[in-house]
């Protein structure tokens, strides 16, 4: 059995409620899919060792079973739970053994999450194919390091910095990029990449920021952030969230031309762009949880 | 006054639109066809402004039959 059958097995045997969508993410596009999965799954056991097929999809459903019930809240509510850093910090990012759990969680669904499933598709389709020769990545909040490795492990000649505000996120980025066998190309520090100063101007060819700038309560620090460090003409690979409650999701978009304006106000260009959703929401949901990934350029000139 | 089996079993139909459902406390995902991971959430919230009561997220993830369902609803009732 490959390792994404076992995974579907053990979901099928102990968490059979969560078959129908871990199959609608791999209708998505089967061979991808199955491509996706076995380099995840098969970096994760290597960081983790075999128990980790249980432990990512234990975490997987108790992180998409978190974020439809505060859907669900928010739909009532009206607004997100929290609305600032602080109150997300001690309760998540500052309790390890939830953001260890959190992050797994987050790690499976790039695939297991059918809407998540496209735009891992769109970054490397879109994203990846674009890169420059012996390209210098940063990725700002690498979270569990999987778009890096992803990127490390495709582009050889590749090498990657990354900053992240988390301990664990730092830990267990480097378990993934070493699983993956490119930690040799890959430095990760703890760091709160908002602090502009922290960022040599221009020192990226390309950049990684996946599902950051709805964590942040000023989301126009984050943008300032990835035209300050992205040289004219650089890619950037950005993804955010919009009407989709989590924990410690603060910051509420409503529309994709929010994400699209903070990023033309810093100096960026959006050259592409993809606006995805769950295959299903909660019935009479007033909202779409959507995840919208983009492709941003430097400007080098005033318009482009 | 109805019992929590019959408060649960107006909720069960209303969230599945299946007027048909009987529900005992054995009833698990297996025996609802739209029972998935989507539809339990929604479940669980609807059970939660029908009872007036509040679940965390293990309760609603971890929620394995409806004798589950009915244990958790009378301990958080009885503790009113």
Redesign the interface.
Known sequence: MTLREQLFAYFAEH???????VEEARAVDPARFDQVAERFLSWGIEALGQDFLKLSADAY??F???V??EQ??YE?RGRYTNDSFEACKASVYHDREVMDEYLWGVYVTNFLWAHHMELSIFFEDRFLKRLPASPKLVEIAPGHGGWGAWALHNRPDATLQGYDISPSSIDIATRITKAAGVSDRATYTEQNALDLSALPEASADALICSFLVEHLEQPEQLFAVIGHVLKPGGFGFVTGALTAAQIDHIYEFKRESELILLAEANGLRVVESLSTSPR????KAKELPRSMGMLVQRRTQNNW | MSSTIDRLTDVFRD?FEDDDITLTRATT??DIAE????????L??NVEQSFGVHFN??E??GLKDVGGLIDLLDARMGAK
């Open positions: 968490h059979p409620r969560s078959m129908t969508g459903v108790t998409s079973s978190d439809i019930l669900g809240r009532l299903r929401i909660l019935p | 969230v995902a297996k029972w998935d991971s989507l539809m339990n959430v929604a669980m919230l997220s293990s609603v993830s």
